[in-house]
Nanobody, 123 residues
Framework: VQLQASGGGLVQAGGSLRLSCAAS????????MGWFRQAPGKEREFVAT????????NYADSVKGRFTISRDNAKNTVYLQMNSLKPEDTADYYC?????????????????WGQGTQVTVSS
């Protein structure tokens, strides 16, 4: 499975961005999908995850109510809509796929990773 994340950029605080993660090489319709982020000098942290059916989602407390994860299995793509962005959301964002029937929240539970897409939120 190859994952390609895109959609990052520079945005002012309070703005919005939509990240996309396109999968290739194998369909990920039976995989849980997640987004993580890593700021300079910090560990990679969980942001959001969605079950393979799309019916179950889980979010980090820091993004609840602001971020929304979704997936389009017909397009083999997962999205992260980020609203009300804050400077502390600045990080490289990574998408990942897990061969799991639940919604994993730790990096070690994921089998495949995409490259990061940079998000910078200015104050």
């Amino acid at each position: 499975v190859q994952l390609q994340a895109s959609g990052g950029g520079l945005v002012q605080a309070g703005g919005s961005l939509r990240l996309s993660c396109a999968a290739s090489g194998r369909t990920v319709t039976s995989y849980a999908m997640g987004w993580f982020r890593q700021a300079p000098g910090k560990e990679r942290e969980f942001v959001a995850t969605i079950s393979w059916t799309g019916r179950t989602t889980n979010y980090a407390d820091s993004v609840k109510g602001r971020f929304t994860i979704s997936r389009d299995n017909a397009k083999n793509t997962v999205y992260l809509q980020m609203n009300s962005l804050k400077p502390e959301d600045t990080a490289d964002y990574y998408c990942a796929a897990a061969q799991a029937g639940f919604t994993p929240t730790t990096p070690k539970q994921y089998n495949y990773w995409g490259q990061g897409t940079q998000v910078t939120v200015s104050s």
